[in-house]
C-alpha cells in the first residue's frame, strides 16, 4: 500500500531540494518540494460485540522531521488506485492511521452461549457463565494482521468478582492499550 500526497501544504515552511522553472501561463503549477520513502502498514480492526464488518486502515509513519500537513491524498493497494481521502496532521516522525472502509473478503462471526452454575455448600448461589466464540475467515490470497477487539465484563454493584477463564486463542491474545 502506498499514499502519494495531492495537495498544497500550508502554514509550515519546507525547503525545496532543488530550483524549478515555472513557466509564465497565468496558471497555477503545482511544485514538488521533497519525496521521501515512507512506512506504511495495512491492517485490518473488527469489533465483532458491534458489528462484524471488517475496517481496512493504513498506518502511515511520517519520514520528516517536520510536521505532514493535513491535505488531499490518494491511496494505492499493490498499484492499483483504491480512494482518494483527507489526511489529518501527523507529527514529525510521528504516525497517522487513515480508515479504507469496509473490507469484504474478511467474514468474522460471534456466537456467545450463556449458562448459570450453582455454587455454594447448598448451591444456593447462581453464577452465571459467558462464552464468547469468535472465528474469522479470510478469503484473500495473502495472511493478514486483524486486530480483533471485544469489551471484557466488569464488577457491577454488589459483586464481589469475575473470574476468567481463557480458553484457546490462536494467535495468542495481547492487552489493548488505547491512544
Known amino acids: 500500500a502506498r499514499l502519494e500526497p495531492c495537495g498544497s501544504c500550508r502554514e509550515y515552511v519546507y525547503a525545496a531540494e532543488s530550483t524549478a522553472d515555472i513557466p509564465s501561463d497565468d496558471d497555477y503549477h503545482g511544485i514538488p518540494l521533497m519525496s521521501r520513502p515512507a512506512t506504511i502498514e495495512l491492517g485490518y480492526v473488527v469489533v465483532p460485540r458491534e458489528s462484524t464488518d471488517v475496517f481496512r486502515f493504513v498506518k502511515l509513519h511520517n519520514p520528516l522531521d517536520a510536521p505532514l500537513l493535513p491535505g ?46 450453582s455454587h455454594g455448600m447448598l448451591g444456593g448461589s447462581l453464577s452465571p457463565r459467558h462464552e464468547i466464540t469468535i472465528e474469522v ?10 486486530e480483533v477487539q471485544e469489551r471484557l465484563p466488569t464488577l457491577r454493584e454488589k459483586e464481589d468478582e469475575i473470574q476468567f477463564d481463557l480458553a484457546q486463542v490462536d494467535p495468542p491474545w495481547t492487552a489493548y492499550d488505547p491512544e
Open 137 to 146: 475467515a479470510n478469503r484473500q490470497a495473502r495472511p493478514i494482521n486483524l
Open 72 to 117: 488531499p491524498a490518494d491511496v494505492y493497494i499493490g498499484g492499483d488506485y483504491l480512494l482518494s481521502t483527507d489526511l489529518r496532521v501527523a507529527a514529525p516522525r510521528g504516525e497517522l492511521k487513515v480508515g479504507l472502509g469496509v473490507e469484504q473478503a474478511i467474514k468474522v462471526s460471534r456466537n456467545t452461549n450463556y449458562t448459570e452454575e
